[in-house]
């Protein structure tokens, strides 16, 4: 298995309040993804990094942000969460171009009441 | 936008059954992947296809890469109950950005 933890794997909240989602890798990997995962939606890339305080948007960002401070952390953050960002989270990694293949934490699974 | 097409949602087949998935796209990829995700883990990558007409075996799993490269297929042979799960397609086309299928939901009847 890829090094990756995603931590909590398990979250519970209340709608407005703040919520980070961690994703720790030991490969060194340069990349480092966060998805979300709906029924009938698929993937849906959230925000990506491509390098330490490098970042850019995914194609569903709105309501979310995101930390690296280092190279192995990742941090996804829902500064008010809401009922509709209800959902499993997925952290990914990959290594040199960016359409390399992607490598895929154990998810987090976020409910927001 | 660079999409792939991946149906049926669902499929049911029987234990032993063969099953072949399809991935489709109107847009050219230069890579086809495959992953499947168990139920409540993440994606994990099955096969990897980088050239045109390339036929690639994993176990009972073979993937190919079509000629056009608009699409990919994946066959599962002599299935059994661990093969349940979400088989998602991605591929790597023009944007050099990693795009995903919605993924197919494969239920084995024993």
């Known amino acids: 298995d890829a090094g990756i933890t995603q931590s909590p794997r398990h979250k519970v909240t209340e709608t407005g309040t703040p919520v980070t989602l961690r994703c720790h890798q030991t490969e060194n990997h340069r990349y480092m993804y966060w998805y979300r995962q709906d029924p009938g939606h698929g993937l849906r890339l959230i925000h990506y990094s491509y390098g330490v305080k490098d970042t850019d948007k995914g194609e569903v960002s709105d309501g979310y942000s995101v930390s690296r401070s280092k190279t192995e952390d990742f941090l996804l953050t829902l500064e008010s969460a809401t009922s509709s960002q209800t959902s499993v989270y997925f952290c990914a990694i990959s290594d040199g171009r960016m359409g390399d293949i992607q490598y895929f934490g154990a998810g987090t699974r976020l409910s927001v009441l | 936008g660079q999409q792939l097409n991946q149906s049926p949602q669902s499929m049911f087949i029987q234990e032993g059954e063969d099953v072949s998935m399809n991935c489709t796209s109107s847009s050219i990829f230069n890579t086809w992947l495959w992953y499947k995700q168990d139920p409540g883990e993440g994606p994990v990558l099955l096969i990897a296809l980088y050239k045109a007409g390339e036929l690639t075996s994993n176990g009972r799993l073979t993937a190919q890469f079509g000629i056009t490269r608009k699409d990919s297929f994946l066959n599962i042979s002599a299935s059994i109950p661990s093969d349940v799960g979400i088989y998602f397609c991605?591929?790597?086309?023009?944007?050099?950005?990693?795009?995903f299928g919605k993924g197919i939901t494969l239920s084995v009847r024993p």
């Open positions: 991605a591929g790597t086309g023009a944007n050099s950005k990693l795009t």
